[in-house]
């Protein structure tokens, strides 16, 4: 699912899925978005690779840089990326103790 990211009057199609995760994984010296909770500096590269694949989908030239992001995420962050992304996977994200470590686990159904 393309979905619309608002950012000083523009809009921009953004698509989080299989493409961005290899892409923020392959960049990032085997990060995951599981690692995004820890480091937040992660998003910058998950937001540039989801809005490329959003305007490749849209059919949309795609002129941002990886440098753009930052400022996209000071206003975008909390209340429409981090949103994007839990609709994008249809799942909750879940904070567990794994080994005394705190990992965030994203599922589409919650287990019983």
Do not use: C, W
């Not at 921009?12 to 599981?34: E, H």
Request: glycine content about 6%.
């Amino acid at each position: 699912m393309v979905e619309i990211l608002k950012y000083q009057g523009e809009e921009y199609p953004v698509k989080f899925g299989y493409y961005a995760i290899k892409m923020l994984q392959s960049s990032n010296k085997g990060k995951t978005i599981a690692d995004l909770q820890e480091d937040y500096s992660l998003y910058e590269s998950f937001l540039f690779y989801a809005m490329k694949k959003g305007h490749e989908l849209e059919k949309i030239k795609f002129e941002l840089k990886k440098a753009d992001m930052e400022n996209i995420l000071e206003d975008t962050l909390f209340d429409q990326v981090v949103p994007m992304i839990g609709r994008s996977f249809d799942a909750s994200v879940k904070v567990q103790e794994a080994g005394g470590k705190k990992s965030t686990l994203m599922s589409s159904q919650e287990s019983p």
